[in-house]
Structures are given as C-alpha cells and as structure tokens.
C-alpha cells in the first residue's frame, strides 16, 4: 500500500535554531500534502495544505513566516519550524493525498519535536 | 464546514469485551467519513472508511463502522477486544469531490484502554 516516510521522527533543538522536517511518499505521488499538529492528548490541528508546485495554504492562526513548507515535487514535502522556542515543542505529523487514492489518506509516522 | 464530536475521552474495556466508541459529526453537505488509530508516537492508521452504498462498513483489526445518516453518527465497535487495541481512535469527516485535496477534520480522540 500507500507509504509515508517521514523523519526525523523525533528531534531535539536549541530555542532560535531551525528545524527542517521530511515526508516523502514512497510508492505513489502526492499531489497534495496536509501538515497536522498534534498537542498531547489532544486532535489534530491542520496547519496547512500544500499542492505540488504551489503556494500551501495556511490555516487561519499559523505563522507562515514560522512554518515554511515547500513542496517541490510529487514526492517531497518539507515544514521548517523557523527560529523555534519551546512553545513549538509538539508532534507533527504529515499526510498525503492523492487521486489515485483520494477518500483515504496516508499518514506519517510523525515527528517529535522538543526545543530546549 | 464540518464538525466531529466523539463524546468519550476514555474508554476503559476489559479484555475480550465488546466496545464502542462514539462518533457525531455535524455537516451542511453529505460527508465521507473514517476510522483511524493511532499507537503510541506514531501516524495514524486508517482501520476503515465510509463512502457511500452500505451504511455497515468492516475495516481492519475486527472493527466495523455504522454510519446512521438521521442521527449523524458514525459509531466504531468491535466484538472482542485484546490488549493490542489500546490506542487512541480519531474519527475523521471530510466533504466529497476534489479528489486527494481536501483536508480532513478530526474528532478530539478516545482512548481505549483494554486491561486483562
């Protein structure tokens, strides 16, 4: 089936430093890339939606100029957490689209990410 | 928009019980909706899903699904739990068309905890 690899799955970074996240679908093209984050105990809050070769779309409260996504190709979609502070310690997970696959997408397995 | 509510956080089962976890979802427009799992620092699994046609969907693991269109309610159960279902369980919606571009909304998540 479907894969989504996605890493690091668990990061550790000084308050001020970047962090750059992968997901790559394996198998498939992505044409669109849903970015989520997920506070403990807590649902998953969209971020943003990416399509291939575009702009992402950010939801409403999201610093796009603090979330970089970039979606250069089919298979490749990156969020860099830009100048991170411990407030953007949380678990970040990705999912990909596709038509092939449309009404059920693939997750990551989600990244850690812990700023010190 | 659309809205999903499932009503129970916890849900403590012991094991080899049957269990069912609940879910309302609230939407102006017919909806697709999903079953997913997640374990422990990890993606989510998609355990099944409703398009259209039969309101009984199986998925996977033993689970099954009703979507029950005049109470909104999309309800997952399984016969027989086993200690390897402990996870967190997220119902999702998402409206149809556009394939692969649009986001899904998600639940707050219930916790089953199956204990032996």
């Known amino acids: 089936g479907a894969v989504v690899s996605q890493h690091p799955s668990r990061v550790i970074c000084k308050s001020g430093t970047s962090v750059k996240i992968e997901c790559r679908s394996l198998d498939f093209q992505a044409t669109t890339m849903f970015w989520y984050r997920q506070f403990p105990k807590k649902s998953l809050m969209l971020m943003a939606t990416?399509?291939?070769?575009?702009?992402?779309?950010?939801e409403q409260g999201v610093e796009k100029d603090k979330f970089l996504i970039n979606h250069a190709s089919l298979t490749l979609s990156t969020l860099t957490v830009t100048s991170a502070h411990p407030e953007d310690s949380s678990f970040y997970i990705c999912?990909?689209?596709?038509?092939?696959?449309?009404?059920?997408?693939?997750f990551g397995s989600g990244t850690r990410l812990t700023v010190v | 928009a659309q809205s999903v509510t499932q009503l129970d956080s916890q849900v403590p089962v012991f094991e080899e019980a049957p269990v069912e976890l609940r879910c309302n979802y609230s939407s102006s427009v017919s909806v697709y909706l999903f079953w997913y799992v997640q374990y422990p620092n990890q993606g989510l699994q998609l355990l099944l899903k409703?398009?259209?046609?039969?309101?009984l969907v199986k998925g996977i693991n033993g689970f099954e699904a009703e979507f029950n269109k005049s109470q909104t309610s999309f309800h997952l159960r399984k016969p027989s739990v086993h200690i390897s279902d402990t996870a967190e369980y997220f119902c999702a919606v998402r409206t149809p068309g556009d394939m692969g571009r649009r986001a899904l909304t998600f639940g707050s998540g219930t916790r089953l905890q199956v204990q032996p």
């Open positions: 409703y398009l259209s046609g039969s309101t």
């Open positions: 999912s990909a689209g596709t038509r092939s696959q449309g009404y059920g997408y693939t």
């Open positions: 990416s399509n291939e070769g575009s702009k992402a779309t950010y």
